[in-house]
């Protein structure tokens, strides 16, 4: 086998096609054949078959929810892989075992390891020999459990060859719209493709079109459905800018509930109380999500304790999601790239920031809904600062800026988002908030850069 270096192991994978850059092609069985995936996987003893497995299929909140499932069966003391995408800054945590990377080195010799099996399969594409990696690796690790996000769809992804435990369903909304489907139904069957006969399924609170299909999948394949918000119940406590609250209970629990509520919170029985450091109410459900997930790998033989859900809950890390990056000045980052995200993100705007004013830095891919984005965000902005991402599909900021003209809103260009966010924070008036968003891109490279400007300084007060 071939030595190669991590540069040489990352050029060797981005010489596939690589849907995640390209604006136009067919999502189609055609085009996305398990079968190749399958194959491949086969040739190296199918590793994919060798742990439990959590399917997490989604539009919004499936990186949240794996993030949380796995954090507790980490701290349950089980060896837990986690895979997701794409990445903020770079592509090696998109395999994390108990939280961490998979080191440079270690990617490197895999994909030169699967460079000849990979030749021998036609047509694979840099995603699929990803998500083969991230089997082969878990697999090599020995991992007890990998949690699994869907990279687009569900039914045609690379990741749907796996068994699973339990299969987790997030908020529903629309995206990729081209490629899924222009009703909320279509896109529903595509997600819903990950569930398998008889696999239990946690299925997040739905407009009621999703709900439908995605229930009628369910009854097909004999999948026992567990509905968060009608099955399982939570609700939203008190919040600061470092956690909020989470209460949780069955709906065999509805009368204590009740009972709780009515004697003002002083009765004996109260329901189950989590801590999260990821913030908005849309954290709120996710948590929920990964909550019931872990109900039901408990019922499976997984010995999870709620002193370990407690844990994991508690220090659970998911960056670029209505992050607060710096309290002075107030820098939030956020990764909203869609209609529905972008209303979430103004709600958990005047949640923690009631009347402060907003500056937005705003850069988005140019085949998303910004005009939609705009509508529900920019009421709510009060300077806007249009950039890009370096990225293919970044969409041109002198355009961006074009298509915010009517809000009333004073509009300045950045062709980067280090230009975006020093002239932000250069201009920031007392009380306001810089807000960073529009896609996980853009998001990423604020990150990257803040971090440099601190380790700058950190230096130059050394010297």
């Not at 599909?393 to 915010?404: C, H, M, Q, T, Y």
Request: net charge negative; glycine share 6%.
């Amino acid at each position: 086998m071939e030595k190669m270096t991590y540069s040489q192991a990352l050029d060797y994978l981005y010489s596939f096609v690589d849907y995640s850059v390209k604006r136009k092609y067919r999502y189609s069985s055609e085009v996305f054949q398990l079968s190749r995936v399958e194959q491949f996987l086969h040739a190296l003893g199918d590793p994919h078959l060798q742990y439990r497995v959590v399917h997490v299929a989604g539009t919004k909140g499936k990186g949240s929810t794996c993030s949380m499932i796995a954090a507790a069966l980490t701290s349950a003391g089980y060896r837990t892989g986690m895979y997701t995408s794409p990445h903020l800054l770079r592509i090696t945590e998109r395999f994390r075992i108990d939280g961490e990377e998979i080191p440079e080195e270690k990617f490197a010799d895999l994909v030169a390891e699967l460079k000849p099996v990979a030749e021998t399969v036609p047509d694979l594409t840099t995603y699929e020999i990803a998500t083969v990696l991230m089997f082969l690796y878990f697999a090599r690790e020995e991992v007890d459990v990998a949690v699994v996000e869907v990279g687009l769809g569900g039914r045609l992804d690379a990741t749907n060859v796996v068994q699973p435990d339990v299969c987790v369903i997030t908020s529903l909304s629309y995206d990729h719209m081209h490629l899924l489907g222009n009703s909320l139904s279509d896109i529903a069957r595509e997600k819903a493709g990950i569930i398998k006969p008889g696999v239990p399924v946690v299925l997040a609170p739905q407009q009621h079109e999703a709900n439908r299909v995605v229930e009628e999948v369910a009854r097909e394949l004999q999948a026992p459905l567990l509905r968060v918000g009608q099955d399982w119940h939570f609700s939203h406590g008190s919040h600061s800018l470092e956690y909020q609250i989470v209460y949780f209970w069955s709906d065999n629990d509805r009368p204590q509930m009740e009972a709780y509520i009515d004697s003002g919170c002083g009765e004996e029985w109260i329901p189950l109380r989590y801590e999260i450091p990821l913030l908005g109410y849309h954290q709120v459900i996710n948590c929920a999500n990964a909550r019931v997930a872990l109900e039901v790998l408990r019922n499976t033989g997984l010995k999870i304790s709620e002193e370990h859900i407690h844990e994991g809950f508690r220090n659970v890390e998911w960056r670029g999601r209505f992050q607060i990056l710096s309290r002075d000045p107030t820098i939030v980052i956020d990764s909203a790239h869609n209609r529905d995200s972008a209303l979430r993100l103004r709600i958990a705007l005047d949640d923690y920031f009631p009347g402060q004013k907003v500056t937005l830095i705003f850069g988005a891919s140019a085949d998303k809904d910004i005009k939609g984005m705009f509508t529900d965000l920019l009421p709510r902005i009060s300077r806007l600062i249009t950039t890009r991402a370096n990225h293919p599909r970044a969409e041109d900021p002198g355009k961006l800026s074009d298509k915010a003209s009517g809000y009333g809103l004073s509009v300045q260009v950045e062709e980067d988002v280090a230009s975006a966010l020093q002239r932000a924070i250069s201009q920031v008036r007392p009380d306001e908030v810089i807000l960073v968003s529009g896609s996980i891109f853009i998001a990423g490279e604020a990150i990257r850069y803040w971090e440099e400007q601190k380790q700058k300084n950190q230096e130059n007060q050394q010297d």
